[in-house]
T-cell receptor, first 114, second 113 residues
Framework: EDKVVQSPLSLVVHEGDTVTLNCSYE??????LLWYKQEKKAPTFLFML????IEKKSGRLSSILDKKELSSILNITATQTGDSAIYLC??????????????FGKGTHLIIQP | DAGVIQSPRHEVTEMGQEVTLRCKPI?????LFWYRQTMMRGLELLIY????????DSGMPEDRFSAKMPNASFSTLKIQPSEPRDSAVYFC???????????FGQGTRLTVV
């Protein structure tokens, strides 16, 4: 059974700090790892990492995939209160040539204090 | 595009009643997924469709749960009869192709009393 473990489960930091969120996975026929941000409603897509794209960056957010260690990190620099959310890590696998559903970790609840 | 649209946003029902959740995916997306989110178990895949055909329903917890996709722009998730342990947020998501990201709807918060 596929497994995704995120750490820490919760994190409280001050505005301006840099944070690193961790995700490790065990999945058969790994295809991609995705990061989502969930505020009060729907998860919103941040990054997709694959064998051909192991590093992504967007503004203050960046993510790296380590296929050897079966893990990924999500970095947020110069945090702002608007970064407060649950950050979800998910994996997909190759499945008969088509898409497969996402297997999610439990998430990291990040709180940014002003 | 308005994104993935789910209805209702909130549903409170009594145990034993039938509940129907609805989803309109993003136009042109070939894949549609139903997920359930609880504090205990997080986000779990229930079932997904490719071009309106159910592909994997192994995540559907019991026979009380059923899902249909009669056309490319509409899907339903039905629970009959509902039980208090079905209380959760149910998300619908759609995806354009096999190797693209999934976009989530706003969810339906279901409470069964």
């Amino acid at each position: 059974e596929d497994k995704v473990v995120q750490s820490p489960l919760s994190l409280v930091v001050h505005e301006g700090d840099t944070v690193t969120l961790n995700c490790s996975y065990e999945v058969t026929n790994f295809r991609s790892l995705l990061w989502y941000k969930q505020e009060k409603k729907a998860p919103t897509f941040l990054f997709m990492l694959t064998s051909s794209g192991i590093e992504k960056k967007s503004g203050r957010l960046s993510s790296i995939l380590d296929k050897k260690e079966l893990s990924s990190i999500l970095n947020i620099t110069a945090t702002q209160t608007g970064d407060s959310a649950i950050y979800l890590c998910a994996v997909t696998r190759f499945s008969g040539g088509g898409a497969d559903g996402l297997t999610f970790g439990k998430g990291t609840h990040l709180i940014i204090q002003p | 595009d308005a994104g993935v649209i789910q209805s209702p946003r909130h549903e409170v029902t009594e145990m034993g009643q039938e509940v129907t959740l609805r989803c309109k995916p993003i136009s042109g997306h070939d894949y549609l997924f139903w997920y359930r989110q609880t504090m205990m178990r997080g986000l779990e895949l229930l079932i997904y469709f490719n071009n309106n055909v159910p592909i994997d329903d192994s995540g559907m917890p019991e026979d009380r749960f059923s899902a249909k996709m009669p056309n490319a722009s509409f899907s339903t998730l039905k629970i009959q009869p509902s039980e208090p342990r079905d209380s959760a947020v149910y998300f619908c998501a759609s995806q354009e192709g096999a190797y693209t990201e999934a976009f989530f709807g706003q969810g339906t918060r279901l409470t069964v009393v």
